[in-house]
């Protein structure tokens, strides 16, 4: 069983910068992703990493602004969040699972909320 865990989250005002973090515990895992959910939306896919290859990939919406990345050594991943825009505003979700590229979850951890202030 992999276990997920996720800090960073905050308040901050458009334009500004947080970065996300997500320990993973277990091994039976090859990717890891971030995800959010907006009050009344459903859980959108923000980007995912393949842990061997660092193979990335990002949803349109935050192509250019967030940033994914890993530390192999302490099963971390980060969602480095640039230039946040109101629209950010979610709860945000890490999960473990398989190819980064079709990305299959299978742990997810408890989210962090995000508030950008106009």
């Known amino acids: 069983q992999v276990q997920v865990v996720e800090s960073g989250g905050g308040l901050v005002q458009a334009g500004g910068s947080l970065r996300l973090s997500c320990a993973a515990s277990?091994?039976?895992?090859?990717?890891m992703g971030w995800f959010r959910q907006a009050p009344g939306k459903e859980r959108e896919f923000v980007a995912t990493?393949?842990?061997?290859?660092?193979?990335?990939y990002y949803a349109d919406s935050v192509k250019g602004r967030f940033t994914i990345s890993r530390d192999n050594a302490k099963k971390t991943v980060y969602l480095q969040m640039n230039s946040l825009k109101p629209e950010d505003t979610a709860i945000y979700y890490c999960?473990?699972?398989?190819?980064?590229?079709?990305?299959?979850?299978?742990?997810w951890g408890q989210g962090t909320q995000v508030t950008v202030s106009s």
């Open positions: 990493i393949s842990w061997s290859g660092g193979s990335t």
């Open positions: 999960a473990a699972g398989w190819d980064s590229l079709n990305f299959r979850p299978s742990s």
């Open positions: 277990g091994r039976t895992f090859n990717a």
